[in-house]
């Protein structure tokens, strides 16, 4: 991969990762769990726009800072992480903007069973598997919603193109 198109992914990996500290005022309360469906939003989108691991890496980012800022949990990895990925990879197979659709099954399947069952025993507050999945899904899915409605958006516009065209 050329350094000009690596650095323009960096940028807008912070970029997406800015994006999901600013609105991560907008979450509902679930258990020991805060549930930001607009994180779910901008993993859709960046899985889809930038690939799994720029996605992720964005995820990993907003999720340290919210819990540094005291608005985010140790339950912001694995509820945010596994989505970004799922959408990522499915982009990859699946080329389409509704791979955004994907990222329920990452943190609704595996976020959950990863904080079911490591995370909520590790600091002592035990939930069941199904609790997670309810909640993480509770926002998950009108995150990707969003996610998706935002990539058509950016893509009428032709945002994406400027943004991720290596040639400039």
Request: proline share 7%; glycine share 10%; hydrophobic share 55%.
């Amino acid at each position: 991969m050329e350094e000009k198109s690596i650095l323009r992914k960096i940028i807008l990996t912070g970029l997406f990762a800015a994006i999901a500290i600013i609105l991560s005022g907008i979450y509902f309360p679930f258990g020991p769990t805060k549930c930001f469906p607009f994180q779910h939003a901008v993993n859709a989108v960046c899985g889809v726009l930038l690939g799994p691991w720029y996605a992720a890496l964005s995820a990993i980012i907003s999720g340290i800072i919210r819990n540094m800022l005291g608005t985010g949990t140790i339950f912001a990895f694995p509820g945010g992480i596994p989505g970004a990925l799922v959408v990522g990879i499915v982009h990859r197979f699946w080329p389409k903007d509704y791979a955004a659709f994907a990222e329920p099954l990452g943190t609704g399947l595996i976020g959950a069973f990863i904080s079911a069952y490591l995370i909520a025993p590790w600091i002592g507050k035990n939930m069941p598997f199904l609790a997670f999945q309810m909640a993480f899904l509770a926002s998950s899915i009108p995150g990707s919603i969003l996610g998706f409605l935002a990539l058509r958006i950016l893509r009428k516009t032709e945002i994406v193109k400027f943004l991720l065209d290596y040639n400039k």
